[in-house]
């Protein structure tokens, strides 16, 4: 049983693909040492088998001696003994599972050192400060991250002993210093486990081991693999390396390497290096570091050597590669490699820019699959147009694009100044269903505590609202926000980037979306791949929104909502007309001036549409949302007293009021309740489509009825339209008539109504709302972080289709459907229809199409190309 | 091809069995003369397949030379001719479809009559006004009937006649009058069809039978089927027979007799005979017919005979029958038989003491099945005391129960009038959404307008309240009505029976339900056919309810409801304490209080059904129901201001006030927004468990969850649960703990929730609400009739469970369940587990129990042993 992997172990196939078993660090080293044989220090990686044993049964029989095994081949192959009094070898262990999570174990540098290897390193080195320098540095580490001690109290001494020193960084503190803070720090250790640091390198490595393991079953861990559904069963893999020394001397440092720009995705490499320093001084941010460009100047041969190993690994992973490296006395070593992060313009610069890479040769579906919907998202909001910000503080990126507005604390005061036309970036420690409203009236949202499914990104995400979560170093006073040093005071300037979590003081100009070039040319790809397979349309109010989706690449109109048409303020008094209609004259008159101006309504989409399927959804929200409210006008009764015309108001304002208007008068229920309206729609509809073949046009209609439940009510409906059509002046037009289905009934039904539909139009908003019984108004704002972050439904199930219950109704009814109408068309047009995961199942599930809202329509078109891709049709 | 057939034809098997060839009146008449061998005129019956062929066809060849045959026969069995000049014979002509219905065409009595025959028969009678009489008669049946005719011209004659002779009965009018009458008729029919009236008795007949045959097709009649699910092509037939006179002479005379008393059950013949009349005459109501007891002493022969026959038909039917006969100049000619409609009271009282009756000997599984749950409902609302009312009107029977109170004609002052404690009956034309308060708080409903399932109808069953629909003789005047010539003022008495449909001027005393002890008797034989099937529980709330309960039967209690007791005007204050809670110790304080008030009101419940399980379930509705009205505090604010108090909780009111309360923050959601909710609920359950044991009580305990909708969401209140019972000081309880199954994706995931739950109860009303996407609140009262009317949904799917859809995820969940917890229990606690058709459902679908409100419980057990005996176990 092989629990532990040299390096350069030959395991049959390329280390990359053992990333379950060495773990993602483990395993590209494993790469570059033994396929690209890069200079990368020697190790070996214990792997993830021995820390499932681990934590099954304890320290597996046998582990030890291999270890040992591998420690040996160490020491012989770079002459040193590890902690040795003399010269000794030092080693760095880190933690590396297949998919890196939060939580796990850091790394510890220097492992091997104790009070009598510290002098053997000095006098090996000749450098005193160097060799007490690493040993302090192992002390804080150890102590901290293996045995528990909390960080601050050796960060205090540090601190301390600086102030007293009048020095700002660790490489002015003299010998006698660190001596000094190596005896605290050892007393620390020792008051807070009641054993002596171990001296044993032995023992520490054994130590280091165990923390690795047991850091997988950490609180943090677990919550991150349950959130991110990962299994508790992977484990993670240990890597012990030889160490090498950024800190050593002047001719030493260390840096980071991007083969190409992560921020602009320009194909040129981007770093830094900054010399005589560890890892942790580059974040430190006192020492400036070198830009890679200027190390041609300065050292010319490492630049070529560094040059030389970045292309090598692009051209090998074939893939941005994100590399950590350390000088050691003139001498390149690589510490790690991963594929790089990257900004979403980036993502798509180098997706199809790779393609005509010779050295890479992307395929175009591999470019399409390197692309993901967050990164498209994030180029298709305003970015903050400045590079190079100073970042105050940096949150979690919990909602993307960009705002700037004047810092408020409280939700009423948002609303309030939003209301004044003052854009407004709302500060929160963490949000509550009682700051919606100023949720809802900010421009961004801040807040000190929460993560990615706290009450405040989840209900940001929803609306589409750029959101910074959880920026612990923002404080709240009165009136005032601190960040480390500075003040902001209420309506002062704040900016916040949600995508990349950053807060800046004062205000950073913004960049429209301006999506780059490389976004259609992927898309046009996708296109040729998602053909015949998975249509994309965008649902769309307006001849201007019908007009950017068309640019945007919709392929029709997949729901145009009608009562938007009716809540215009110059139609709404005629809307009421109709509602408070004494007779059926009155109603009918009103219907007819309605008639009039959804006709240039539906005009301006058809004519933005043409050539293209239009499908209209006949009137669905209940009367009510087009009536004055009780309250406020019982209110005003109360106080100064109604017209006449207002008492009629609150008379149907009381009539149509309802306990649950979701599940209410709505929907095709409208129709049956007044039997001219949805005749009407359609009368305006094939005025405005008679009007377009008048002027030469192509307009394809097509007319859904939203909420039916069951097949008498659909055929009624149909008939409805069917005489409106028969009985319409112009020429006859082919109209498709079809039904949402967004009741649970409707999709067990679907047998039932697909015999009186030509199409079905899935309604998952809807559908989720009654199938977890979940008003989305309601539990979203006030229950939905509660639920993820308790891990009590996996996904909002109204961003991420739920592929259990809610897969199950949409693949039934498909199934049902098409089995008695073989010609059924199925599309969805909840807000699903933008989303990569449901889409992916949307498409598995066979259905004809999506459609979502214009800005998503870039997004659907990848995604479904995507979908195709990973799931090729039979 | 036979399509007709004499009544004494001998088919093979029983004619009664024939109802689909020979309707129901053909198939009664066949086998009282072909098998009972009795006195029934003799004639034949045209099939109803003669009908359908007729309907898809036209006239069937060949139809003509049969009817031809059958009519010789006829003529030859009695010597005489149809409409001859001399002695004629004549005929009456019947529909008759499987199952009678409403809009079918009536019968036509004297069918062969004209000016040359009316004067054979005045002379083969020597009776020219009984002949003239017979032949006005057929004039204005055959007119009205058959040629469309509308009836008020012929009657406006015979009333102006009568009038202007200054009689009072048709027998008054002498021949002269009569004879000027049947020129008027004459006249009337050609002008009204362009043709004289049709002198061939041949023409006269064929007439008549298409007339049959195409009121299959009429507008009501296929209304009606639609309602009742009744297949449109089962067609009606028609029958042929010599006709009898009971208005012949003195010695003739009509009646109707039943085998039992209708009305009571009691085991002695019940009827009529009015003396020298036809059919008629006795609904008139002019002439005071003669009690069946009084005949012995009249006419002794003629009561032996019609004893003998009332007994064999009985004996035949083993069923109450109910039969039409006409005697003619002392002869006894039986017209019709049919088993008899019957009270709820005949109903059970005959279906018991016929089990003992030697010559029906009914099984008690017939007697189980002769009794239906209107009929036992009917038996558990309060009644007339008298048996003998004035009936001012008769409409439609629309809810069972009888009411008396105060005329009110407004919703508002019904409203007002209930509060001051004053008992109304609401009258309206019909109802409509914006008259529910008002018929809510009246004590009955009586509507001039509708049907069976008209908004009136549809609700005050949905609320078990006395409603009298269709009532069309009532007139609405201002602040009065008038029926007939007789005038109510608002505020005067008016009494009503919801049962059958009679109105009674002024107060008619009431009987409170006293269940007979037939009932008893049933309900015990209905509990050894189901035992072992299908269980009853009761819904009950308390104690006294539990008690009611198990007084009527009930095996346990199905749904206790924990709501109502946070309600109580005492503990609303303690509840809204929780609610308003600043820190968790405030709100510990409150649960604590709760856990108190919970403890004494579980032990009451605990008491009443010691030995028989409860199923507790925990907290359930929004927060915001007990919390005031954010509407009405916004208004006192305005008004007047509010205490401190009254601002905490209008804001905790505005924090908790939802959109869709339905689909909000309720269930098991609560449980996890305010944790120590339901841990206090499972203490103060645990602690009356605990008192009643220490009382040598056996108290069986089940925990349910409400609106679960994930199987991480079960795991968690169970958690919690399963904590309270280890934490608790008493010895341990075994408690059942489960789940509502209430929205589609708990029966869709019922795998997943049976794996953390004893067992399952499905709350089939929010059920409902959420896979039809009906808010029973609004759509019930507003949607429901209009919807039924127009035959968009089969049945209100709030009273008769919807088996296609609703009925889909109940099979599916149970499938499901059962999959993974063979153990897993199952029920009903939606107000379906009530209801007979349900039930029927739920014992196919394998459901262990069904839960109803106390009342409703002997109908569960009988509808239980009736499911039992439709379907026997396999």
């Known amino acids: ?114 009070d009598a290897s510290v002098r053997g390193l000095a006098t090996a080195h000749r450098d005193e400060r160097f060799a007490l320098d690493s040993f302090r540095r192992l002390l804080q580490m150890y102590g901290h991250i293996v045995l528990g001690v909390p960080d601050r109290v050796f960060e205090r001494d540090v601190a301390a002993a600086k102030a007293r020193l009048g020095v700002r960084s660790d490489a002015e503190l003299a010998p006698g210093a660190l001596s000094e803070l190596i005896a605290g720090h050892q007393a620390h250790i ?39 559904q990962i299994p508790h069963d992977g484990g993670t893999a240990v890597t012990v390396q030889a160490m090498v020394f950024g800190n050593r001397d002047a001719n030493s440092g260390t840096g980071v390497a991007f083969t190409r720009d992560p921020a602009t ?74 594929v790089g992060k990257r900004t979403g313009r980036a993502a798509l610069r180098m997706a199809v820019e790779m393609v005509d890479d010779p050295a890479i040769a992307l395929s175009r579906a591999e470019a399409i699959q390197r692309v993901n919907a967050d990164q498209i998202d994030g180029v298709l909001h305003p970015q903050f147009a400045e590079r190079d910000v100073v970042v105050a503080t940096r949150g979690l990126g919990a909602s993307p694009g960009a705002a700037v507005g004047a810092l408020c604390l409280s939700p009423e005061r948002a609303v309030e100044a939003a209301a ?84 800046v003081l004062g205000a950073v100009a913004l960049a429209a979306a301006e999506p780059p070039e490389a976004l259609a040319t992927l898309c046009a790809w996708a296109d040729q791949i998602r053909a015949g397979h998975l249509e994309v349309r965008a649902n769309a ?10 640019s945007l690449g919709a392929e029709g109109i997949g729901l145009c909502r009608t009562e938007h ?86 008379e149907a304002a009381r009539t149509w009021k309802e306990q649950n208007p979701m599940l209410g008068t709505r929907g095709v229920r409208l129709g049956v309740v007044k039997p001219g309206l949805y005749a009407m729609q359609v009368r305006a509809l094939l005025d405005a489509a008679e009007e377009r073949r008048a002027a030469g046009g192509r307009p394809i209609v097509e007319v859904m009825i939203p909420l039916t439940v069951t097949g008498e009510e659909l055929a009624l409906a149909r008939s409805w339209v069917e ?56 539990v979203e704002a006030r229950m939905m972080s509660l639920y993820l972050e308790r891990g009590l439904i996996p996904a909002n199930p109204f961003h991420t289709i739920d ?47 999506v459609s979502c809202s214009p800005y998503r329509v870039p997004i659907a078109r990848l995604a479904a190309a995507q979908a195709v891709l990973a799931t090729p049709a039979p």
Not at 449 to 477: F, M, N, Q, T
Not at 541 to 550: C, I, K, P, S, V
Not at 734 to 760: C, Q, S, Y
Not at 828 to 849: M, T
């Open 420 to 503: 004044a036309g003052t854009a407004v970036i709302l500060v929160r420690d963490e949000t509550s269903p009682e700051d919606v409203a100023g949720m809802l009236a900010a421009a961004g949202i801040l807040t000190r505590r929460g993560g990615l499914v706290s009450h405040a990104a989840v209900v940001a995400r929803g609306w589409g609202k750029p959101a910074v979560v959880g920026a612990e170093r923002v404080e709240i006073g009165e009136a005032m926000i601190r960040i480390g040093d500075a003040t902001v005071h209420e309506g002062e300037l704040l900016s916040i980037d949600g995508a990349t979590g950053v807060v």
């Open 565 to 650: 048409m009716f809540l215009d303020p110059d139609r709404l008094p005629v809307v009421r007309k109709m509602i408070l209609a004494d007779s059926e004259e009155e109603e009918a008159a009103a219907l007819d001036e309605l008639r009039e101006v959804q006709r240039a309504d539906f005009a301006a989409i058809l004519e933005a549409m043409d050539g293209l399927p239009v499908t209209v959804r006949l009137l669905d929200p209940p009367l009510h949302e087009f009536l004055p409210d009780v309250a406020s006008l019982d209110l005003k009764a109360a106080i100064e007293g109604l017209s006449a015309e207002e008492e009629r108001l609150l």
């Open 190 to 228: 020792e008051r807070a486990t009641g054993e002596p640091f171990p001296a044993d390198p032995g023992v520490q490595l054994r130590k280091a081991i165990e923390a690795v393991f047991s850091s997988w079953e950490g609180e943090r861990a677990r919550a991150y693999r349950e959130r991110e």
């Open 1 to 114: 049983m092989g629990y532990v992997f040299d390096l350069g172990h030959d395991h049959g196939r390329a280390p990359r693909q053992l990333k379950a078993l060495l773990g993602g660090k483990g395993a590209n080293l494993a790469e570059m040492t033994s396929v690209l044989g890069l200079p990368v220090p020697p190790g070996f990686t214990i792997s993830t088998a021995a820390c499932r044993a681990y934590l099954a049964e304890g320290w597996p029989d046998g582990l030890s001696e291999e270890i040992a095994e591998h420690l040996a081949t160490l020491e012989r192959a770079i002459g040193r003994r590890l902690g040795a009094a003399s010269d000794p070898l030092l080693v760095s262990v880190r933690s590396g599972a297949a998919q890196s999570m939060p939580g796990m174990m850091d790394t510890v540098l220097n492992l091997g050192l104790h």
């Open 723 to 778: 005489d409106a059509i028969a009985e319409h002046p112009g020429g006859q037009l082919e109209v498709a008539i079809g039904t949402m289905v967004e009741t649970p009934r409707a999709a067990l039904k679907a047998d039932e109504l697909a015999a009186r539909a030509d199409f079905f139009s899935f309604g998952t908003n809807d559908l989720t709302q009654m199938t977890f019984g979940f008003s989305r108004d309601d």
């Open 265 to 338: 995705g320009e194909n040129r490499p981007y770093g830094d290096v900054l010399w005589n320093a560890q890892g942790d001084d580059v974040v430190a941010g006192i020492r400036h570091p070198l830009p890679l460009e200027e190390l041609a100047g300065k050292a010319p041969q490492l630049h070529v050597e560094l040059m030389g190993i970045l292309g090598r690994l692009e051209a090998h992973y074939r893939d941005l590669c994100d590399v950590e490296f350390t000088i050691e006395q003139g001498r390149l070593f690589v510490l790690q490699t991963r």
């Open 803 to 849: 592929q259990d219950a809610i897969g199950e109704l949409i693949r039934l009814a498909a199934t049902r459907g098409r089995a008695v109408n073989a010609a059924l068309k199925l599309g969805v047009c909840g807000e699903h229809g933008g989303d990569p995961a449901s889409i992916d199942f949307f498409y598995r599930a066979g259905l004809d199409y």
């Open 541 to 550: 109010d307006n001849g201007a929104d019908a007009a950017l989706a068309r």
